[in-house]
């Protein structure tokens, strides 16, 4: 069965301070996909980004960067010189090939402090 | 930008009460998933539609929850009757997933339901 672990709860840095929130999965399959959302107060979930299993090459989007290693199950998300609005709740997901529904994990709370 | 609609965006209700929520998907996307999040927690898969056919809803407790998609385009989902534990956020999402490939679920606003 599959499975997403954020072991932190919750993390708060200063403004313009870099932060990596890690994403540890389980999933017996060898083809799967995993993504970054975005839950800011507004509740909306915004997808950031997709990976699969065959491509860890890692990517950077502006101040977002992600990495990728199924050598250690993991896909962390490191945001660098965070900003005020990067304060959210931010989920990791895994989707299994043929299920495609996203199975979540619980989620990090990123607070940004001016 | 073509967005997913959900209406209500919040709904308070007394138990035993029905409830509907409604999900207008983005033009194109066949698949269509319904979400549960309870606070403090990560969404939970309730319900998934590929076109107007149910693909998964093995997490979906059918005695009180129903869902359907007639024509392949918008989804209701009903709750008859609510209970105090129903309350939680419900998001709808889409996606263009065809097949065993996953693309990314966009998301909608979501329906907060409060209970009372």
Same mark, same amino acid.
């Given at each position: 069965a599959q499975k997403v672990t954020q072991a932190q709860t919750e993390i708060s840095v200063v403004e313009k301070e870099d932060v990596t929130l890690d994403c540890v999965y389980e999933t017996r399959d060898t083809t799967y996909y995993l993504f970054w959302y975005k839950q800011p107060p507004s509740g909306e979930l915004v997808f950031l980004i997709r990976r699969n299993s065959f491509d860890e090459q890692n990517e950077i989007s502006g101040r977002y960067s992600w990495n990728f290693q199924k050598s250690t199950s993991s896909f962390n998300f490191t945001i660098t010189a965070?900003?005020?609005?990067?304060s959210a709740v931010y989920f990791c997901a895994l989707s299994e090939a043929g299920a495609n529904n996203l199975f979540f994990g619980t989620g990090t709370r990123l607070t940004v402090i001016p | 930008e073509a967005e997913v609609a959900q209406s209500p965006r919040y709904k308070i209700t007394e138990k035993s009460q029905a409830v509907a929520f409604w999900c207008d998907p983005i033009s194109g996307h066949a698949t269509l998933y319904w979400y549960r999040q309870i606070l403090g927690q990560g969404p939970e898969l309730l319900v998934q539609f590929q076109d107007e056919s149910?693909?998964? *809803?093995?997490?979906?407790?059918?005695d009180r929850f129903s869902a359907e998609r007639l024509k392949g385009v918008d989804s209701t989902l009903k709750i008859q009757p609510a209970e105090l534990g129903d309350s939680a956020m419900y998001l709808c999402a889409s996606s263009f *997933?065809?097949?065993t490939t996953s693309y990314e679920q966009y998301f909608g606003p979501g329906t907060r339901l409060t209970v009372t």
């Open positions: 965070s900003q005020v609005v990067d | 149910v693909v998964d *809803d093995s997490q979906l407790p059918k *997933d065809r097949g």
